[in-house]
């Protein structure tokens, strides 16, 4: 008897914490210092998880070990933390900080910091490399609102360019997400509308928070507070071309990072709402 009562607390158990992060499996609870984490990114060279907070926090980067714990505090000297908002890396080990938050559609220069050297440095101070842009079809701030889709908190970093995806936050929302190119490299510049994607209609499932595409350039992956779109197959930066599959994570929180962590495997954040969120997950694509 004592066997049997062993197994069904055990079941109910396993039942319990399916129903509580559906299908993500729960790693840590984040660090009070990471009450409003919004990009997470695992970069060549380093064997740390790298971490920040979105606008009102430090222009810190934080670089998480596999145990849960802060290893690593990176202050960024030159590097204003106005709304950082998502975190992308390349091949080379550099780290881009996306400076793009624009909850009002009002933000007329944006900014994305490229971080070199991380895995190697020793000192707890850097400086980064700033490319600045602006939307070429906004011309004013705020736009009406229904026109309010201006917002970005997600992008990636391919080849020689940024692709940044925006959150849209227009009146009356109809899930279309915009994604604009902008030269990766030092400098100011107008960010070219290549393309529109419509998620869905309902701003609690489809407003992108993240992007992240995988080490072979041949993944990309779109996060919302309870999806993926996991896209493939596209050509060149054609991305809403290629074969896109909508994956319900069953678990609704303000997820605002995702990274992949090996190939078929991705790390997700979420920001912390009074006693739920602040965790760091995994998830593996089929």
Not at 154 to 178: C, E, H, P
Not at 266 to 272: A, F, N, P, Q, S
């Amino acid at each position: 008897m004592r066997l049997l009562y062993i197994l069904f607390i055990a079941i109910l158990s396993q039942q319990t914490y399916a129903q509580e992060y559906g299908k993500l499996k729960k790693l840590h609870h984040l660090s009070d210092l990471m009450i409003e984490v919004s990009g997470v990114s695992v970069i060549e060279g380093s064997n740390l998880i790298w971490m920040i907070n979105d606008s009102g926090n430090t222009n810190v980067l934080f670089g998480y070990n596999t145990n849960g714990s802060i290893e690593r505090e990176i202050v960024l000297d030159n590097a204003e933390n106005i709304d950082w908002e998502d975190l992308a890396t390349d091949a080379s080990g550099a780290l881009y900080i996306g400076n793009f938050g624009n909850n009002k559609n009002d933000r007329k220069t944006l900014s994305i910091y490229t971080v070199s050297g991380i895995s190697t440095a020793e000192d707890t101070h850097l400086e980064a490399q700033q490319t600045e842009f602006y939307f070429e079809d906004q011309k004013e701030f705020p736009p009406k609102k229904t026109e309010r889709n201006f917002d970005a908190e997600a992008f990636i970093k391919l080849g020689d360019y940024f692709y940044i995806f925006t959150k849209n936050r227009s009146k009356d929302f109809n899930g279309v997400t915009k994604v604009y190119k902008v030269p990766a490299k030092k400098g100011d510049f107008k960010a070219k509308l290549i393309a529109s994607y419509s998620t869905c209609n309902d701003p609690e499932d489809c407003f992108i928070t993240s992007a992240t595409i995988s080490k072979d350039n041949k993944t990309l992956v779109l996060l919302t507070y309870n999806k993926l779109f996991v896209i493939t197959d596209f050509k060149g930066d054609d991305f809403f071309n290629g074969i896109i599959k909508t994956i319900d994570l069953e678990h609704t929180s303000q997820k605002e990072g995702v990274t992949f962590k090996e190939d078929n495997t991705l790390y997700i954040t979420d920001e912390r709402r009074k006693k739920t969120g602040g965790n760091l997950y995994e998830f593996t694509l089929e």
